[in-house]
């Protein structure tokens, strides 16, 4: 009986190391240099802040490994519900956090470009500035791309959530509800940049409620037992 609350804190855990610090890598990091349309403003901030920026870049790389193990341990708590769901749900995180990983290169270089005088004296100011901002546009882009598997790995997710009678079916729901959103912000910022930024806090919503209450009842609540299921969790 202990296993199946054991898991689901560390499961807990682990999310709450990939939303501290992925937070901090995208907002507070991220958000304080990036300025997009201007090269400029975005080379110099790059500079004043370069430890900022390498900061995010590891906490960046720390938070997609703890992605990564935050649905390892999913997997085994959920796994007896349907076993192809949850290699499906690892998957998609797994390829989640190959394109994140990849992706930083595109920081690193904008870090690079902005700190190191040689490509100053190669490229010529302006250059060098608009090399830096296209780097983290590119950055900006391939968070995007990721985001579609963010999105998928919520639809097994939910299904192994409501399916388990170890959380609350509502919460299996609203995950499903979050993977849609997720998937609609994404293919319209890429198709109607405009609209998509006038949409995305509403369509991002969803996902950050499931998220955040999928990530407290993990830790505060663990998992509910349902008797019929005990002597399945024990051998699991």
């Given at each position: 009986m202990?296993?199946p ?10 999310y709450?190391?990939v939303?501290?610090l992925g937070?901090?890598?995208?907002f507070?990091?991220r958000g ?23 900061a ?13 193990f ?13 076993r192809?769901?949850?290699r499906a ?13 990849l992706n930083?290169?595109?920081?690193l ?23 830096v ?9 391939g968070?995007l791309i ?6 998928l790995?919520l639809?097994?997710?939910?299904y ?13 729901v609203?995950?499903v ?7 609609l912000?994404t ?5 109607a940049?405009?609209?998509g930024?006038?949409l ?8 950050g409620?499931?998220?955040?209450a ?11 037992i349902?008797?019929?299921d ?7």
């Amino acid at each position: 009986m202990r296993a199946p609350h054991h898991l689901a804190r560390t499961a807990g855990l682990f999310y709450l190391i990939v939303a501290i610090l992925g937070g901090f890598a995208h907002f507070f990091s991220r958000g304080e240099v990036y300025r997009p349309g201007d090269a400029t403003g975005t080379a110099r901030n790059v500079v004043a802040h370069a430890d900022l920026v390498r900061a995010g870049f590891v906490a960046d790389l720390v938070q997609a490994a703890f992605f990564l193990f935050t649905a390892m341990t999913l997997y085994v708590l959920l796994k007896h519900v349907n076993r192809n769901a949850a290699r499906a749900m690892v998957i998609f995180v797994a390829v989640a956090v190959a394109i994140i990983c990849l992706n930083m290169v595109h920081q690193l270089a904008a870090l690079l470009v902005a700190t190191d005088t040689s490509y100053v004296g190669a490229l010529g100011a302006r250059g060098s500035d608009a090399l830096v901002l296209l780097m983290l546009d590119l950055q900006h882009y391939g968070y995007l791309i990721a985001q579609i598997f963010f999105a998928l790995w919520l639809l097994p997710l939910g299904y192994l959530v409501h399916r388990s009678g170890m959380f609350p079916r509502v919460l299996g729901v609203l995950l499903v509800i979050g993977c849609v959103g997720y998937l609609l912000d994404t293919f319209t910022l890429f198709l109607a940049p405009d609209l998509g930024a006038a949409l995305d806090p509403f369509l991002v919503a969803p996902a950050g409620i499931a998220e955040i209450a999928m990530l407290l009842w993990l830790l505060v609540k663990g998992v509910r037992i349902p008797r019929q299921d005990t002597s399945v969790l024990a051998t699991a």
